[in-house]
């Protein structure tokens, strides 16, 4: 995809951006320009006004489940995930689990 702009023409492509609550999965497909970054995804997929949660620097990214850094540019059909802290540790949540499992 090609969108004409005052400069000339720039190039597009089309990724997604995602993220979820415990509450809402939200996907966002987007038009961007070919440079785009993931950070810049994130800021232009609305999301940053719309989950007061996601803070820049904070927050990991991935593409398609691989962590990535915000400055990572965007292939055409790239799905940029935004990562929430984890709330428990996932090897103490599994202990305690196995530790409830075997009281009787």
């Given at each position: 995809m090609v969108r004409e702009s005052a400069e000339g023409t720039q190039?597009?492509?089309g990724v997604e951006v995602v993220y979820a609550t415990a509450a809402e999965q939200v996907v966002a497909r987007l038009s961007v320009p070919a440079d785009c970054t993931?950070?810049?995804a994130v800021e232009l997929s609305g999301f940053l006004r719309r989950f007061s949660d996601?803070?820049?620097g904070t927050c990991k990214l991935g593409i398609f489940g691989r962590v990535c850094r915000n400055e990572e540019r965007l292939s055409p059909g790239d799905r940029v995930e935004i990562y929430r802290p984890?709330?428990?540790d996932p090897k103490s949540?599994?202990?305690e689990r196995a530790r409830r499992r075997?009281?009787?």
């Open positions: 190039a597009m492509i993931a950070w810049q996601i803070a820049p984890l709330l428990a949540a599994r202990r075997a009281r009787p």
